[in-house]
T-cell receptor, first 114, second 112 residues
């Protein structure tokens, strides 16, 4: 089954404790992205990647890191989480290129930082 | 900076009605526009993708239109069903690199 998977689905952590949210897709997609969704602010892009070893900042990259060492994986790293990073996070992937293709989203990771 | 607005924020209609959801964007230089559906506690499901060169796309009971010059898109849902209840989001790609800018969504409730 074609899908985007994220782990963990739920995470409660404390301020400053490094964490990684994994994202994997099995569709051989070139493009991958991370978004966060907050009430009243909607979905905002954190980082995106157009291919292996090619990443770029989205609209809200502060406090996050990403890496794309393999085509299928795009982990999101929070080196020192803070309470304002409490949010619902989504990973997405697409075939990319032109014409542009639809994005497939993972099920989401609900993160709480206390 | 691209801004995407969806009106209304919430809509409640009886089953069987045809309805229209609206999406507007401030910068007409877009590569594509996508409509998504989000169920509570779930991820987003892509419904329709309209390329910048297209005027509309159809999938089953759904029809999406795009008017780039006026910065507007509509999602038409025919013969609505309770299973259509969800939040509907529109998003525009302004860079051709899948850098989507989302609207806040319209929360749709279909009453049996």
């Amino acid at each position: 089954e074609a899908q985007v998977t994220q782990n963990p689905r739920y995470l409660i952590t404390v301020t400053g404790k490094k964490l990684t949210v994994t994202c994997s897709q099995n569709m051989n997609h070139e493009y991958m992205s991370w978004y966060r969704q907050d009430p009243g602010l909607g979905l905002r892009q954190i980082y995106y990647s157009m291919n292996v070893e090619v990443t770029d900042k989205g609209d809200v990259p502060e406090g996050y890191k990403v890496s794309r060492k393999e085509k299928r994986n795009f982990p999101l790293i929070l080196e020192s989480p803070s309470p304002n990073q409490t949010s619902l996070y989504f990973c997405a992937s697409s075939l990319g290129g032109q014409p542009t293709y639809e994005q497939y989203f993972g099920p989401g990771t609900r993160l709480t930082v206390t | 900076k691209q801004e995407v607005t969806q009106i209304p924020a919430a809509l409640s209609v009886p089953e069987g009605e045809n309805l229209v959801l609206n999406c507007s964007f401030t910068d007409s230089a877009i590569y594509n526009l996508q409509w998504f559906r989000q169920d509570p506690g779930k991820g987003l499901t892509s419904l329709l993708l309209i390329q910048s060169s297209q005027r509309e796309q159809t999938s089953g009971r759904l029809n999406a239109s795009l008017d780039k010059s006026s910065g507007r898109s509509t999602l038409y849902i025919a013969a609505s069903q309770p299973g259509d209840s969800a939040t509907y989001l529109c998003a525009v790609d302004t860079q051709g690199a899948q850098k989507l800018v989302f609207g806040q969504g319209t929360r749709l409730t279909i009453n049996p």
